[in-house]
Each structure stands twice: as C-alpha cells, then as structure tokens.
Nanobody, 114 residues
Framework: QVQLVESGGGLVQPGGSLRLSCAAS????????MGWYRQAPGKERVLVASIGSSGSTNYKDSVKGRFTISRAKNTVYLQMDSLKLDDTAVYYC??????????WGQGTQVTVSS
C-alpha cells in the first residue's frame, strides 16, 4: 500500500504564504504523477497542481503565478504565495500510477482569513 503524509497547513492572512509537504512511502515509482487537490465546504474536489515524472507541471488557472509545485524523490511540495480567501479548503495530496490508480492523503486544512 501507498501511504501519503501531509503537513504544512494552517491559518494565514490574505497575502500570506504556506508550504505544503507530502511524503509518500510504500510502492512508489518515479513514473507516478503527484499532485495536490483541494475541496472547500459544499464544493467539489478540484485539481490545484500536478507534476509528472519528467518535471512537467500543470496548474489550476486561478493559482497560476501564485503556487509552485515541486518534487524531490517521493516528496511533493506546494508553495503557496499571495494567498486569497478563496484558497481556503482542505488540501489533499495525490499520487497517480501510470494505470491511473489513485492514492490520497488524509487532507490538511488551509484557512485564509483576516
């Protein structure tokens, strides 16, 4: 089984920054895609950012220029700058295998409030 342990969530003011980390263990392959999703209360879970084995990245339009995803071996990071109120959500780490099997972290709360 794959285990994903997230950390770095918390409460920040608008314009502030947070850095999320997700450490993966178990049957992890470098060919896996890793990413971050988020879900706000009453809304669907959506992709925030992903990074492939080649280092290629993909971002939700609303976070482009503010968020940066990176990976180092079996750890994926999400640097979040210039945070807005609408960024408030539970953030979930995701690992996807080449056969599109998905593994999820437990979620970490990010709250942006003044």
């Amino acid at each position: 089984q794959v285990q994903l342990v997230e950390s770095g969530g918390g409460l920040v003011q608008p314009g502030g920054s947070l850095r999320l980390s997700c450490a993966a263990s178990g049957s992890i392959s470098s060919s896996n895609t890793m990413g971050w999703y988020r879900q706000a209360p009453g809304k669907e879970r959506v992709l925030v950012a992903s990074i492939g084995s080649s280092g290629s990245t993909n971002y939700k339009d609303s976070v482009k220029g503010r968020f940066t995803i990176s990976r180092a071996k079996n750890t994926v990071y999400l640097q979040m700058d210039s945070l807005k109120l609408d960024d408030t959500a539970v953030y979930y780490c995701n690992v996807r295998t080449p056969l599109w099997q998905n593994y999820w972290g437990q979620g970490t709360q990010v709250t942006v409030s003044s």
